[in-house]
DNA sequence: GACCTCAGCGCG
DNA sequence: AAAGCGCGCTGAGGTC
């Protein structure tokens, strides 16, 4: 900055007549909350709050209800991360106001101007864009652990968040004109408007069967010590399972087994699970097995540790959900990751928890589970203008269909069930499955040692499996190179809803899987919005969405609301179906449960 | 003690 | 030259 504080301080009359704009523009004041913690919806609290105007005339003051109302009714806010802010003022206040503010987000304003950044932090961004000086973060920070900016002392706390407000009105100054004037306006207002359905959704937050968590950790524990004594026994020595040099130096110089794999950076000998399940496929070592059974059970007692953690305080967890998580747009979830639970049904682990035991409905409501049917391969489709693949979709299981051309009966083949012809409409479900993740490898331009790895097939079958499948649909197989192209010129590729996605020019062979992570988030979002205001106005909130997981929404529904549940589905699926500017269209499945999430049921319409 | 990178692994 | 991609979380092992 060079000469003195980047902003000027003022009391709070001063503030919000310098606000005011001139002629019928709203007053617009950037704003900013010091909170207890990080975790609202148990405990944290707002100590603190700031103000800036456009030219960085900035108050600090203790949060007063009669300001917040007076802010939320008179002003545009702009907020870093506005659901943070929101929430922290609508627990203030005791009420939700965040229907009816009008706000920006320079958060999300950074994430259209460029999705490439690592983070979006407000520090971060403002140090790389001109450098504004991070030493009083570091300070500030040395003193809030754990988020607590309460501990922070006052004259300290005071300056850091004239920095912060300041720092969030400069991004403001620098993007909005940007984004007002550009195509990529409708982005970042859809980007806004999932802003309070998501906060929605956290603030519900899902229910923990705290006794089933519980007997479940201790089954593991006493699974854990069996399967730990047993491999101390065969290795003569006790072994960390977590420590990748141990058990290589087991597997591979004790054991003497193959090294099969190493690591991608270190060059390591690799003791990943695909390693290890070879491993135990050619060679049936004992060690083999108990290293894999400890691993995936030690890793469960601590997430399911973790959930008792976060549900203790109402026995609700109310995890964080990032509207931008991901550089393609895609939402993130955390605190904890209800994003990646481990499901039984279709596991990738040879050991799989049931963790998904752990979450029930709240008491009076059942599950609702409503996923996109094969959205990626719809959307790719659409972009390829694949005509037959389209066809295919509409009327029959196009990943069937590829497992009967994958694995088609071939007397080289090492696997029995190909051999003999077995694969008749996608059966069984595990070659279907395969068959699905190399339909994925393919479009995104895997080779054909991934094809053949996916598939469990020689190189060279795989390779003809590919090139039978190219030949087949011909646009599926173009698309690939043509968006990669189109990076390569442009620095971007753009979603058919208009998000811009940057993506260098040594990455452009990731732009097809970028457009349709892109595309399917769009897509999810705008159902997210559709939703909320058809739930409100439908149910009166009554039916309420918890959690978005990419393609797959989970609701709630009160029992006394079953009867009306065929009407609302209609009204559900055309929430999420109606999307403007597709040529393939649109299917949900639906699946309920009344008990927890591990046990869903179809439900037909 | 704080912070980093890496390997490993769960989901879409 | 070739590569399916995108996340968040944990523990190990290292540096400062």
Redesign the pocket.
């Known amino acids: 900055m060079g000469r003195g504080q980047p902003f000027h301080t003022g009391n709070l009359a001063a503030v919000l007549a310098a606000a005011r704009g001139k002629g019928a523009a709203p007053p617009i004041l950037a704003f900013d909350v010091e909170t207890t913690g990080t975790h609202l919806y148990t405990g944290a609290k707002i100590f603190a709050y700031a103000l800036a105007t456009k030219r960085c005339l900035t108050y600090v003051g203790k949060p007063s209800k009669k300001v917040f109302k007076r802010l939320i009714k008179d002003y545009v806010l702009v907020m870093h991360n506005a659901k943070f802010d929101l929430a922290a003022v609508e627990r203030f206040l005791g009420k939700h106001i965040a229907e009816s503010i009008r706000f920006h987000d320079t958060r999300a304003q950074s994430h259209i101007v460029d999705n490439r950044h690592k983070t979006h932090g407000l520090a971060a961004l403002c140090w790389s864009l001109c450098q504004w000086p991070t030493e009083l973060d570091k300070k500030v ?2 003193f809030a ?1 754990h988020g607590d900016y309460s501990v922070v002392p006052k004259d300290l706390m005071d300056e850091y968040q004239r920095h912060d407000v300041a720092r969030t009105m400069f991004l403001h100054r620098l993007f909005w004109p940007r984004i007002q004037s550009s195509k990529y306006k409708k982005a970042y207002e859809r980007e806004l408007a999932v802003i309070v359905p998501t906060m929605r959704m956290e603030e519900k937050g899902i229910m923990v069967r705290r006794k089933a968590t519980k007997r479940l950790i201790d089954s593991l524990h006493k699974d854990v010590i069996k399967a730990t004594e047993e491999l101390r026994a065969i290795a003569g020595r006790p072994v ?1 399972v ?5 058990v ?1 130096s087991l597997l591979y110089d004790e054991i003497g087994l193959p090294i099969l794999q190493r ?6 000998p ?5 390693v ?1 399940l070879e491993l135990r496929d050619k060679y049936a070592h004992p060690a083999v097995e108990r290293v ?1 059974e400890i ?2 059970k030690l ?1 469960g007692i ?2 399911l540790e ?1 959930y008792l953690e976060l549900s203790a305080a109402d026995g609700f967890i109310h995890p964080s959900i ?1 509207p931008i ?4 747009g ?1 939402e ?6 209800l ?5 039984t049904d ?4 040879p050991y ?1 928890i049931p963790a998904r035991k752990c979450f029930r409905p709240r008491p009076g409501h059942i599950f609702l589970f409503i ?1 996109y049917a094969g959205i990626e391969l719809r959307l790719i489709t659409h972009y390829a203008k694949d005509k037959r693949m389209k066809h295919l979709i509409m009327t029959a299981d196009p990943h069937a269909f590829a497992a009967e051309i994958f694995y088609k009966p071939s007397k080289r083949s090492a696997d029995p069930q190909i051999r003999k012809g077995y694969v008749r409409a996608g059966r069984p479900k595990r070659l279907r499955d395969s068959a699905k ?1 190399a339909v ?2 393919i479009c ?7 094809v053949a790895e996916t598939l469990g097939i020689t190189v060279e079958e795989a390779a003809k499996a590919k090139a039978e499948f190219v030949k087949l649909f011909p646009g599926i197989g173009r698309i690939s190179r043509e968006v990669a192209e189109t990076v390569w010129h442009q620095g971007r590729v753009e979603t058919a809803f208009g998000r811009p996605i940057r993506l260098s020019g ?2 452009s ?2 732009a097809l ?2 457009l349709i ?1 892109g595309t399917a988030a769009d897509i999810i979002k705008m159902a997210q919005v559709n939703l909320h205001k058809y739930l409100q106005k439908a149910t009166g909130g009554e039916v309420f969405q918890i959690l978005p ?4 929404i989970v609701f709630e529904v009160p029992r006394k609301r079953l009867k009306d549940l065929p009407d609302i589905l209609k009204g559900i699926e055309q929430c999420m179906v109606d999307m403007p500017n597709l040529s393939v269209p649109l299917e949900i499945d639906i699946e309920y449960s009344t008990t927890s999430w591990e046990d869903k049921k179809p439900w037909d319409m």
């Open positions: 920070n040395s652990r960390n977590n420590s990748p040099g141990d290589a690591t991608e950076i270190s060059g390591q690799s003791t990943g699970k695909h290890l894999l691993r995936s890793k601590v997430q973790k990032n998580g991901a550089t393609t895609r993130a979830c955390s605190n904890p990751n994003q990646n639970v481990a499901r279709t596991a990738r682990a799989p996923d993740n994925y490898a995104y331009g895997g080779g054909a040692k991934t040594e990455e062979y990731k899987n970028a992570q997981i990419h393609d797959e």
